[in-house]
């Protein structure tokens, strides 16, 4: 791309000024916009805040008036940029609506990112707020199915997933977590110091709506939802603006953030579908191009620092809202148990007991935790007969009953007794969580449950289908992820019930085994069917039915009948 912002003069400050009718515009149709173009409105909206609220930060540390006057002319025209883009968001889009548009954002934004960032520290720090904003995803689109009766898939389509990510319980940190390295500039490539100035925005902005919105919900479910996301938010906007160098003066900072609007504008004018806002993000770059000359002007004025020092000569590839469901699935598969430990991230099993962590995490979470109602209301409302839907075997984030699944009404083939185990063991992890009393006995029913279900896939199910060339390596998968299962129930066992190191736990086992039957249902079964006939499905369901009775190697915690410490409910 030879396209250097630095050379060009753009649109004049004194010709930017517009009246009132310029920047009403007209809203786009939510039942016809394309995802992303709802996401690229959310964000340029996003990057138009930071600037201008950048440029009042910077008026309050300056004494000289001519300088301040010179901020606020530009200021001013920032102010008029996000008016006429936040012009373009409906009016009849409900406040669960924008929320979904939000963590869309948040999700495919910063999974770009993260695939594309050059420092492998940020994009550890990126890959870790990315399955904490798809799971807000998931608590956010079960809360807006269980209040208004609209499913997010027709918001997000097939783009974005809609599944949970790691768990919203386990997500709150002390705030001294939230704290990371700083890049160093003259080291990094300057494309990450605009990846992370634009999430901070996105997140900043995401922050600060639902410090505003939570009030707004009449749901006592919903307020408490928004209020326990929009804490992960302001830990998320905490992590990434310590990345920024604190070494940048006000002046190289200015430059910064108007370069990033001029590379935001030009990339979403490529990809833009709607012709309307595409002439939007032209004109918007046109007068980006004029601030980032200006704010060049001003810093070789008072600083004599030379922007080309700063910044590249040429503008980097264009950020793209894009599906990234396969990116996003394997940092789940590897990344989903991880917390922040200072500056670094380490999986939750080796964080000290005593660590500030669970201390926090007992006072936040008390005896109500909001994200987790969500689901539990969810469920009582639409059943157990709610579930991911698929298409071709993938999922697409839809929620709606399964009669996808018809296998699941029957009882007397294999399919649909592994469809009722699951559900079985999916209420179980519900109770466990909202029980009042009787945690460690409910741990313990879903223990052999869930051991003697795995056992018995693996005696009676999976040897069938390792017969299939096509079924092969997605049951050598199932064997794996069982192991992790096993692995996980067995370091439970040492920990008392209820402590808060075992609530994070059972966390961690409910979204590991969450996927691992989405991924069941979703592909083997349905690829099994076309393997396994009515009859040989019956004949299998016969034998698995008697799996109590015959001797499976259960873990040996399970046959000493879970004799576990626990901690008093």
Known sequence: MTFNPLKEKGLPMEKQVRNWSELAGRPYDKEEVDPYTRCRVILMNALEVEAALFLHEFNRMEKRTELKEQLAFQRRIEQQQQKAISGLIPGNESILENTIGYEQVAVDLTAYLARTVTDPYVKQVFDFGLLEDFDHLYRYSNLMETLEGKQANKL????????????????HRHPFDSIRAPIDPKKADSKDLLYILTLVAAEQQTMNFYMNMANRITDPVGRGLYIEIGMIEEQHVSQYESLLDPRMDSFEMMVVHEYNECYLYHSFMEKELDPRIRKIWELHLDMELGHLRNAVELMGKYTKKDAEELLPKRLPAPIVFEPNIKYVRDILESQVNLTAVGMDFKPVDQVDKNDRYFEYQNVVNGHWVPSEEVIEEHMDKFGEDYRLDLTDGERTGRVRPAEYYR???????IFGLLNKEHNEVKMLFQKIRFAAAGRDALFSELAENLSLHMEGEEQLFYPRLEESDELKDLVVKGYEEHEEARTMLNDMVKIPVGENEWLARIGLLHTSVEHHIA??????????????????SEEIARNYQMKEEIAFQTTAWIKEKHDVPHKTD
């Open 519 to 536: 991924d069941e249902e979703g592909e083997i079964f349905i690829k099994a069917h076309k393997e396994i006939g009515p009859e040989e």
């Open 407 to 413: 296998m699941k009404t029957r009882s007397k083939d």
């Open 156 to 171: 997000v389509h097939d783009y974005t997933e809609v599944m949970p990510g790691r768990p919203t319980i386990v997500e």
